[in-house]
């Protein structure tokens, strides 16, 4: 059974505080690693896909990367509105997406 | 470019009684898919349709759960009888299709509470 875990389960940042989330995977025959950022009360928002080990996706203070285990969220010098959950996701085999059940990140001024 | 549209954003019912969820996707999706939230969980796919086929079911309880995407464009979920654990938020979402990987739009969400 495809499995993703991600950690930490919270995070607390202060302003400009760089860190990294983490996402780890069981997928047989990964096809696809999506991170995806979820505001209270709103639906997921895409934001990278990634799909081979190696790869590397930027979008302003956000860079996510992929081994072939696992995959990082590095968040550099946060701001206040990048408080949110983040949400990582595995296609496997047969078009299945398993979501992972978020890190949620504060970040303080 | 409109989302995903989803109506009505919260839902308040008596357990046993029945309800219904309808998602408008993106224009020119093909591929809609219907998940459910636990809160602090990530969302669970319930169904996935192609065009008018539903090709992933398997998570769906038939016994009481029943959708249908008339047309390829709007689509229905529906719960009949509703129970207390089915509270949560039923979100909706649709991708251009076609090609695996392909990025999903979500809508907002229905929240859903059964008293």
């Known amino acids: 059974e495809d499995q993703v875990t991600q950690s930490p389960e919270a995070l607390r940042l202060q302003e400009g505080e760089s860190s990294s989330l983490n996402c780890s995977y069981t997928?047989?025959?990964?096809?696809?690693l999506f991170w995806y950022r979820q505001d209270p009360g709103k639906g997921p928002e895409f934001l990278f896909t990634?799909?081979?080990a190696g790869e590397e996706k930027e979008k302003e203070r956000l860079k996510a990367t992929l081994t072939k285990k696992e995959s990082f969220l590095h968040i550099t010098a946060p701001k206040p509105e990048d408080s949110a959950t983040y949400l990582c996701?595995?296609?496997?085999?047969?078009?299945?997406?398993?979501f992972g059940t978020g890190t949620k990140l504060q970040v303080i001024p | 470019e409109a989302g995903v549209v989803q109506s009505p954003r919260y839902k308040i019912i008596e357990k046993k009684q029945p309800v219904a969820f309808w998602c408008n996707p993106i224009?020119?999706?093909?591929?809609l898919y219907w998940y459910l939230q636990n809160l602090g969980q990530g969302p669970e796919l319930l169904i996935r349709?192609?065009?008018?086929?539903?090709?992933?079911d398997s998570q769906l309880p038939k016994d009481r759960f029943s959708a249908e995407r008339l047309k390829g464009v709007d689509s229905t979920l529906k719960i009949q009888p509703a129970e207390l654990g089915d509270s949560a938020v039923y979100l909706c979402?649709?991708?251009?299709?076609?090609?695996?990987?392909?990025?999903?739009?979500f809508g907002p969400g229905t929240r859903l509470t059964v008293l």
């Open positions: 979402a649709s991708s251009l299709g076609g090609t695996i990987g392909d990025t999903q739009y």
């Open positions: 997928v047989s025959g990964l096809r696809g």
């Open positions: 990634l799909y081979s």
């Open positions: 996701a595995a296609l496997g085999g047969y078009q299945k997406v398993t």
């Open positions: 224009s020119g999706h093909n591929t």
């Open positions: 349709y192609e065009n008018e086929e539903a090709v992933d």
